[in-house]
């Protein structure tokens, strides 16, 4: 498992240094403009093969992407290649429009598609059917301590970090900043590219703040946060956080636990969301079925991989579901005794 994926990872960072373009919008072109790396592997004998649409190299989607393809693969024989992508928002769109078969997104992301707005606005993406949900993100607000923020709205006039046009990140502070009482006319958004080149900017002060969904211990918030002398983590009033939880029902409360990063001296009282994988309603029930199994039995060697699939289970798609069940994948929560 560790020698397939280190080798999954290594042909995705050779492609990706050849790939041409960026995604910065929901999707609406060909496939071979929504990567920017890829891992792959050999064809089974029926000539199957999917796409697995993550997010930008050096993110944990990637690396938790990959590992799912390869549990995939060892389980069902299906060829399953995990894409670099532009992010939570593109992968919806892609995934709709039939360019990518399996999409990796923050459960907000999948909101906007399904709602048909933010990035969606007038386009609901009508085609996305939820398979899992794997673990839960909460919004790391990072903030630079020489800023005296205690609140979000003491943030005015700071750069937000927003990675690249559809990502999760974006969309996440597109939305939360308005509810939260700070205007987004109040803020300048900055756009690094990537985690690597936000991680710099942040770091050599180029940037302020970041609203990033990610899992507890995240490697490049922990490289960023340091040993907590530079950056806090702002935590929301239980005002801030009904205002979210009512008008933006995929999100909940959520908590990062102190010392959850070094010199993180208290709670962060925040909200987060479920990331979610999801594929188009044409994909047959026997192949979506055998996708959300192998997932669900494979737990132990995705932890293996990744420390985010810890949260892992069945159970995780109860009152959680954004985008409609697919059928193969309600035959196996029914299985499991979920539903």
Request: charged letters at 15%; one cysteine or more.
């Amino acid at each position: 498992m560790k020698k397939l994926l280190s080798l999954c990872l290594a042909v995705a960072m050779s492609l990706s240094l050849s790939a041409c373009g960026n995604p910065t919008t929901p999707s609406s072109g060909s496939q071979g403009n929504s990567s920017v790396g890829s891992q792959t592997s050999q064809p089974d004998p029926s000539g199957k093969t999917l796409s697995l649409g993550t997010a930008s190299l050096g993110g944990n989607f990637f690396t938790m992407g990959a590992a799912a393809a390869s549990v995939i693969m060892d389980a069902t024989g299906l060829s399953v290649t995990a894409q670099a992508t532009g992010g939570s928002v593109y992968n919806v769109g892609a995934v709709n429009d039939g360019e990518l078969d399996l999409g990796m997104s923050q459960a907000s992301a999948v909101a906007s598609g399904i709602n048909g707005t933010d990035s969606y606005e007038g386009m609901a993406t009508e085609d996305i059917r939820t398979l899992f949900n794997f673990n839960a993100t909460p919004i790391h607000i990072l903030v630079k301590k020489s800023l005296g923020a205690s609140n979000v709205t003491d943030l005015a006039g700071a750069k937000f970090e927003c990675l690249a046009p559809g990502d999760g990140v974006e969309l996440a502070t597109m939305k939360l900043l308005p509810m939260l009482g700070l205007s987004l006319d109040d803020v300048t958004l900055e756009y690094s590219g990537s985690r690597v080149q936000a991680s710099s900017r942040l770091k050599t002060g180029q940037v302020d703040a970041i609203l990033d969904a990610t899992g507890l211990g995240a490697s490049w918030i922990a490289d960023i946060y340091g040993d907590g002398s530079d950056w806090t983590l702002l935590s929301l009033t239980p005002d801030q956080i009904n205002t979210v939880v009512q008008g933006a029902p995929e999100y909940s409360q959520m908590t990062i636990p102190a010392e959850t990063y070094s010199g993180q001296s208290e709670d962060a009282i925040t909200v987060g969301l479920w990331t979610t994988v999801y594929c188009n309603a044409s994909m047959d029930e026997d192949t979506a079925y055998s996708i959300v199994k192998s997932i669900m039995e494979g737990k132990e060697e995705l932890v293996k991989a990744h420390s985010f699939f810890s949260d892992l289970s069945p159970e995780n798609i109860s009152d959680a579901c954004i985008a409609p069940l697919h059928p193969g994948a309600e035959k196996y929560y029914k299985e499991a005794g979920v539903l």
